[in-house]
């Protein structure tokens, strides 16, 4: 496990936090640089992949809260069914045709928010879900975020194993990042490398829907604790 807090707090009587810390507190200079534009202008199914091992930031005052990406989805624009951008564009979800390395925010099942990000050119719709991370700063903020408490290492996967989870944990909303640029660090939310090297990806189909179901388009961090859906290839 990779994840941990800079500082020991309440929450954690189980877990030494500041020794689960100790890998990524050199790391957090560098979840400042959050990826360029360019990296998100190409086929959603080459970002998904790529976007395994980085990091999800936020700002809040001088605290971060990061995570790492371990489970996406790529959606392909209007020609895929389970894609929003398949009915053509609507104020709803304009962003998807939007320029790439953008923030589209959605509500569902009336209870809980999903984090995508554009990709490919302006006026070419296209997107990636994010559906999982692995916790690295922040724990504190994320486990009140969404009001469980952490007690041993299996519970941190409450916090951020799956989309709505992981919004939750980081204060996602549409009101308050739809829009948003993910590669500045002026949205208080982006998307950093540190230089993790992802040994393995393995693709499955995609889950949670019933539209085109069986495309092959979901990527995970093989070996992960904390995918949402079934580990390996399917």
């Known amino acids: 496990m990779n994840g941990g807090v800079a500082q020991k707090i309440s929450l954690f009587p189980v877990l030494d936090v500041m020794q689960l810390d100790s890998k990524n507190r050199g790391s957090l200079t560098r979840f400042r640089n959050p990826l360029p534009r360019e990296f998100f202008n190409r086929d959603p199914r ?27 989805e790529a959606y392909l624009g209007e020609d895929d069914p389970a894609a929003h951008a398949a009915a053509g564009r609507t104020p709803r979800n304009a962003v998807l045709f939007g320029p790439p390395g953008y923030a589209y925010v959605y509500f569902i099942y009336g209870n809980h928010y999903c984090l995508n990000v554009s990709c490919l050119p302006d006026g070419v719709p296209g997107g990636v879900l994010f559906r999982a991370a692995e916790p690295l700063l922040g724990i504190e903020e994320m486990a009140r975020a969404r009001g469980v408490e952490i007690a041993n290492p299996r519970d941190l996967q409450k916090l951020t194993s799956g989309p709505g989870r992981m919004a939750e944990a980081f204060g996602i909303t549409r009101e308050r990042d739809n829009g948003k640029d993910l590669t500045s660090t002026r949205s208080h939310l982006w998307l950093a490398d540190d230089g993790y090297p992802t040994a393995r990806v393995l693709t499955t189909r995609r889950i949670g829907i019933t539209k085109a179901a069986d495309s092959p388009l979901r990527y995970v961090i093989a070996g992960s604790e904390f995918v949402s859906g079934p580990k390996g290839k399917t």
């Open 46 to 72: 080459r970002v998904g992949r790529d976007l395994l091992g980085k990091v999800l930031v936020r700002r809040t005052g001088r605290k971060l809260l990061a995570a790492r990406i371990v489970e996406t």
